[in-house]
């Protein structure tokens, strides 16, 4: 193989991921749409969607309603298999701890993440639960793919969230 082909194939793998992490961020912003800290996730096989997902933690009143836990449940419907061995995930924030379990447990092959999460990451922040050699299984871990657009979603929203709790405090300090 030339080092032409190997460029190309690499610019290939950059698109393919650079759009897939678009399809993640629309569904980070279905999660904003709600209040949810925006988060979002898509699965693929063989180059198609077959799962997204996004936060719904305060609306489903549970810690299990993370963007990736949604998306792997979706996708092993489809796949009729609680392996997920020849899919890729897309995630705009790296998995917290339960989410990398889920993650390795369900044998995904790939993972690519936009922004990464130095306060709770287990994928290579605080811990790397998704590259460990003493698991059976080890993802093929991609970063900072559209890492300036999805960290800024974030940072946006905390802002305003801190913007509202802070106006929301204001009126009723008012109202005594």
């Known amino acids: 193989m030339s080092?032409?082909?190997?460029h190309a194939?690499?610019?290939e793998n950059l698109n393919?991921?650079?759009f897939f992490?678009?399809?993640?961020?629309?569904?980070?912003k279905k999660a904003e749409k709600y209040m949810e800290v925006p988060i979002?996730?898509?699965i693929t096989r063989n180059g198609k969607i077959i799962a997204r997902g996004h936060n719904t933690r305060n609306r489903s009143n549970t810690c299990f309603g993370h963007a990736e836990i949604a998306a792997i449940r979706i996708a092993n419907r489809k796949v009729k298999d609680w392996r997920l061995e020849d899919c890729t995930l897309y995630v705009t924030l790296e998995p917290c701890q339960m989410?990398?379990?889920?993650?390795v447990q369900s044998r995904i092959n790939k993972v690519v993440i936009g922004a990464m999460n130095p306060k709770a990451g287990c994928a290579g922040s605080i811990l790397n639960l998704l590259e460990m050699s003493q698991f059976n299984h080890q993802c093929i871990?991609?970063?900072?793919?559209?890492?300036?657009e999805c960290s800024s979603m974030l940072t946006s929203f905390f802002k305003k969230l801190r913007a509202y709790k802070?106006?929301?405090?204001?009126?009723?300090?008012q109202k005594d």
Not at 3 to 6: A, G, L, M
């Open 141 to 148: 871990v991609t970063r900072g793919v559209l890492e300036e």
């Open 166 to 173: 802070k106006g929301k405090k204001c009126s009723s300090k």
């Open 9 to 11: 194939r690499k610019e």
């Open 16 to 18: 393919n991921d650079s």
């Open 40 to 42: 979002g996730c898509v």
């Open 3 to 6: 080092i032409f082909h190997i």
């Open 21 to 28: 992490m678009h399809e993640a961020l629309k569904e980070a």
């Open 99 to 103: 989410c990398a379990g889920a993650i």
